[in-house]
């Protein structure tokens, strides 16, 4: 079973850049493909970048291509998202998940203001 713990998350103003990580623990991290989602209020929760196992292969949604950048570091057990040229559009909670297992974190807040 595996714990995650998102941190980085705040304020930031438009145009502005945000850097989360995700923590895991518990079973090997290299084992999991891991990935960002985010929720709206009102919204669902929605897909927003995933990464390979060893980091060779990423994905996008769109609206997020070209600002966001997702890693990892199997060493330090952890997932990245980082996030430039912030957009009030990105205001959500984002949640990192392990897709094997299907674990969540509890989420962190990101505001983008106008």
């Known amino acids: 079973q595996a714990q995650l713990v998102e941190s980085g998350g705040g304020l930031v103003q438009a145009g502005g850049s945000l850097r989360l990580s995700c923590a895991a623990s518990g079973r090997p991290f290299s084992t999991y493909t891991m990935g960002w989602f985010r929720q709206a209020p009102g919204k669902e929760r929605d897909f927003v970048a995933l990464?390979?196992?060893?980091?060779?292969?990423?994905l996008y949604k769109d609206s997020v291509k070209g600002r966001f950048t997702i890693s990892r570091d199997n060493t330090k057990n952890t997932v990245y998202l980082q996030m430039n040229s912030l957009k009030p559009e990105d205001t959500a909670v984002y949640y990192c998940s392990a897709k094997e297992g299907n674990y969540w974190g509890q989420g962190t807040q990101v505001t983008v203001s106008s």
């Open positions: 990464i390979s196992r060893r980091g060779g292969t990423t």
